[in-house]
């Protein structure tokens, strides 16, 4: 299964896609779900919601912050509003208005981000949302998830959906790996472990399609001989904190990747739960304090070090410095 | 003379509830708060089909403060409707109180939205009243903004939701007291032609006198009877109302009395007539 998805970039399907199927099917049981867009149905994938129920489906033209305070008023009504956007928009945007109207009124809105990380590479730095979930994940009442493929992502907005308290979710651009089935189960606030080892000497942390470099990266050192363990961290807030002070204790070594900013991202979620649990060395592989610019996104991965042979060297630096830290004890 | 004498004892009874919760307070917001006492009095104690003993009832009127500032005003309608006793308007924007300095939903009950940060509460009016259109509920939608808050980009898109999707269930107040913070209205920023504004964004346009009772109770019976999308009523008042040194002064937007103010404001509120 894991060397599958390791070498499974022929089947693709994208994770907004998956967002915009499990809407629909949501919103076939449940009649109380209104969706908002902020003129980016086709490319945030709600079309086929607006299509088949175009009473509860709104059009609000470029703005950003209506969307979301319109959204907060939907809820406030007593419905579940779901605000479609770009992730540079939202919560760019708009962000004390999410703080004051939803994250404070503790409404069922679902923000949804969708184009997160590189994945609007070509249109240039302003269209990639770098930053969008250090921002979400600061604000109180916000769960935080950004799916790893497909599946999950229309696993994700169903559950979402079902939470009644504000959400963000961050999609992806382009069709993806399969890193996840049909039938794998998903739980907001559960990270789920992609590959497993018996005794691991390193463990990968990762959300979103970037988990496919990391499952390359992890393969290779298991066939030279390095036991390494791939966790699909989907939920960034509430974070697994179990989950991650497990993988402390059983291989004392841990890798973090993400297509994000270095600050405030997963990488420093996970830092704050081993300083006051667990510390053991951690390398976060991130956007390191600077911007995109035009280009494909394996381009812009390569230009800030996030391919899978970036992440074998840095899984190599956080085993050497496990290593001196062991002497050292 | 107004045939609502009943509302005006409401609204004095409003005013003076300002002035000696803001003064025990320390701090706040007397010029709005007095200004659109008048309006607040007709629709907590006239206009709103409201339950105070059932503050979540779903079929109510909704009356969303946009700029929350102006609480404390909101407040004592609320806890002279009967939501929570008049005492409590003792304890504003003090620790543990539901008498926050900014409305919180979900604190107080009647505060149907947090609200301080300005130019959000339409937007969210628009949300209300479009999910209300969408299971055919009767109950209208007020919401009561600032002129300041026109400033804001949120609330002009907002406007253009409003009448694209023609809400009639939905009534714009306008505070027109012609203050903000720091100075007056059209200084800092300015508004004028409002009503020609409204206009040219479709919106049906009343304007009436923020302190005439008949005439507010008039123009929001004629914003319920126009059926062709949202009317916007620009109130014209007098920011600090009923406490004649306050009156007109931008300065008392954001500043309690001191104890000889305070003293001089409520004997003035008392005498009243």
């Known amino acids: 299964m894991p060397e599958e998805i390791a070498n499974s970039n022929q089947i693709t399907k994208s994770i907004r896609d998956g967002f915009g199927e499990g809407l629909v099917e949501a919103a076939k049981n449940n009649k109380e779900i209104v969706v908002l867009t902020a003129d980016l149905e086709e490319s945030t994938r709600v079309s086929g919601f607006a299509k088949e129920f175009p009473e509860r489906f709104f059009e609000v033209g470029v703005a950003e912050q209506a969307l979301v305070t319109i959204a907060s008023g939907v809820a406030n009504y007593g419905k579940i509003a779901v605000a479609t956007s770009f992730s540079v928009f939202v919560p760019g945007r708009c962000l004390e208005q999410i703080r004051t109207t939803i994250a404070i009124n503790n409404l069922p809105v679902v923000l949804v981000g969708s184009h997160g990380g590189f994945s609007a590479g070509a249109d240039g730095v302003t269209h990639q949302a770098l930053e969008d979930i250090a921002i979400t994940r600061s604000l109180p009442n916000m769960t935080v998830v950004a799916p790893a493929d497909f599946y999950e992502a229309k696993k994700a907005i169903i559950s979402l959906l079902n939470l009644k308290t504000p959400s963000y979710l961050r999609l992806e651009r382009d069709a993806s790996p399969f890193l996840t089935e049909e039938s794998s189960s998903f739980e907001v606030g559960k990270a789920r472990v992609l590959k497993e080892a018996r005794d691991p000497q390193i463990t990968f942390f990762g959300y979103g399609s970037i988990l496919s470099e990391v499952m390359r990266a992890a393969l290779e050192l298991e066939n030279s001989g390095i036991e390494t363990r791939v966790v699909n961290v989907s939920t960034i807030k509430p974070l697994d904190e179990e989950e991650i002070i497990h993988s402390a204790r059983v291989s004392k070594c841990l890798v973090s990747v993400e297509v994000h900013q270095k600050a405030g991202g997963l990488g420093s979620a996970i830092a704050e739960v081993l300083a006051s649990n667990f510390a053991v060395p951690l390398e976060i592989v991130a956007v390191d304090d600077s911007f995109g610019e035009s280009g494909k996104r394996d381009e812009l991965l390569k230009k800030h070090h996030l391919t899978s042979s970036d992440i074998k060297e840095r899984a190599m630096l956080a085993l050497q410095r496990k290593s001196e830290h062991i002497l050292v004890q | ?273």
Not at chain 2, 57 to 77: K, M, Q, T, V
Not at chain 2, 204 to 229: M, Q, T
């Open chain 2, 1 to 273: 003379m107004s045939s609502y004498q009943d509302l005006e004892i409401k609204a004095r009874e409003i005013r003076k509830l300002v002035i000696k919760s803001i003064y025990e307070a320390g701090s706040g917001h007397p010029a709005g708060s007095l200004g659109a006492s008048d309006l607040i009095a007709a629709f907590y104690f006239k206009i709103l089909n409201h339950k105070p003993t059932e503050p979540n009832w779903p079929e109510r009127d909704r009356f969303i403060l946009s700029n929350g500032h102006i609480c404390p005003a909101l407040y004592a309608a609320l806890s002279l409707s009967g939501y929570f006793p008049v005492l409590e308007m003792n304890n504003l924007r003090k620790f543990g109180s539901g008498l926050q300095g900014h409305p919180h939903r979900g604190k107080l009950p009647g505060v149907e939205t947090t609200s301080g940060p300005l130019g959000s509460g339409l937007a969210q009016a628009v949300g209300i009243a479009l999910a209300a259109r969408i299971d055919k509920k009767d109950f209208r939608v007020y919401c009561l903004t600032s002129d300041g808050e026109h400033d804001s980009g949120n609330h002009w898109e907002a406007v253009m939701v409003a009448a694209k999707y023609k809400l009639n269930n939905l009534t714009l107040l306008i505070d027109r007291n012609k203050i903000q913070l720091s100075g007056n209205t059209e200084e800092i920023m300015p508004l004028e032609p409002l009503s020609l504004k409204y206009k040219s964004f479709n919106f049906n346009v009343l304007e009436i006198d923020g302190h005439n009772f008949d005439e507010i109770i008039d123009s929001v019976y004629k914003a319920k009877n126009y059926k062709d999308g949202p009317t916007v009523i620009i109130a014209n008042t007098i920011p600090g109302k009923g406490v004649s040194f306050m009156e007109g002064k931008w300065e008392w937007h954001g500043k309690a009395p001191s104890k000889d103010e305070f003293e001089a404001a409520m004997a003035e509120l008392e005498g009243g007539n």
